[in-house]
């Protein structure tokens, strides 16, 4: 059963740029072309997709993050990354990594717990 | 990108009850769709994806149906265990934009 871990820091400053890693376990990163995701949720908002990117490394982003975003592939550590610059206190949210459920779907059967983000001075 | 509309934002019900809520779509979005329950503090969970299909291990009184633009998700038979949120997704052309969620309350 495949299973995924975020891990980064809590607070980040305002400029600053956020990392953050998704470890999978239970599985190999490569084993099937799936899509790898984060989304975020901003507090008590819904839910806002924010990227995907295949093992083979092609990514597909948000537009009205896009141009702040990177999400990038280690298959080597089992592990997806998200980049998120400039950030702002309207970044401060929960983020969540996620796997498509099965090939052929980027509908998100697999989440890691989340993450809380928070941005400030 | 499409946007995605969901109704209602809340919605009272009772155990037993059956519920229906709606996800509409502002362009055609080729029913890549899936639906999502989240309770508080929690992970979404995937109900449905490509419009009717039932994920693994999710209990047959949810079920999806639409076409086009037009979407929804019914629960059958109320449970004590479904009073949570749920959120459509479309996810056509690689993108993966969210309703804004359809709160179920106790009535």
């Known amino acids: 059963q495949v299973q995924l871990q975020e891990s980064g820091p809590g607070l980040v400053k305002p400029s600053q740029t956020l990392s953050l890693t998704c470890t999978v376990s239970?599985?190999?990163?490569?084993?099937?072309?799936?899509?790898w995701s984060w989304i975020r949720q901003l507090p008590g908002k819904g839910l806002e997709w924010i990227g995907y990117?295949?093992?083979?490394?092609?990514?597909y982003y948000n537009p009205s993050l896009k141009s702040r975003v990177t999400i990038s592939i280690d298959t080597s550590n089992n592990q997806f990354s998200l980049k998120l610059s400039s950030m702002t206190a309207a970044d401060t949210a929960v983020y969540y990594c996620?796997?498509?459920?099965?090939?052929?779907?980027?509908?998100?059967?697999?989440w890691g717990q989340g993450t809380q983000v928070t941005v400030s001075s | 990108d499409a946007q995605m509309t969901q109704s209602p934002s809340t919605l009272s019900a009772s155990v037993g009850d059956r519920v229906t809520f709606t996800c509409r779509a502002s362009?055609?979005?080729?029913?890549?769709l899936a639906w999502y329950q989240q309770k508080p503090g929690k992970a979404p969970k995937l109900l449905i994806y490509k419009v009717s299909s039932l994920e693994n291990g999710v209990p047959s009184r949810f079920s999806g149906s639409g076409s086009g633009t037009e979407f929804t998700l019914t629960i059958s038979s109320l449970q004590p265990d479904d009073f949570a949120t749920y959120y459509c997704q479309e996810y056509n052309n690689y993108s993966g934009t969210f309703g804004q969620g359809t709160k179920v309350e106790i009535k």
């Open positions: 990117i295949s093992y083979s490394g092609k990514t």
């Open positions: 996620a796997r498509a459920t099965r090939l052929g779907q980027l509908a998100l059967g697999y």
């Open positions: 239970g599985g190999s990163i490569t084993s099937g072309d799936y899509y």
């Open positions: 362009q055609g979005i080729n029913n890549w």
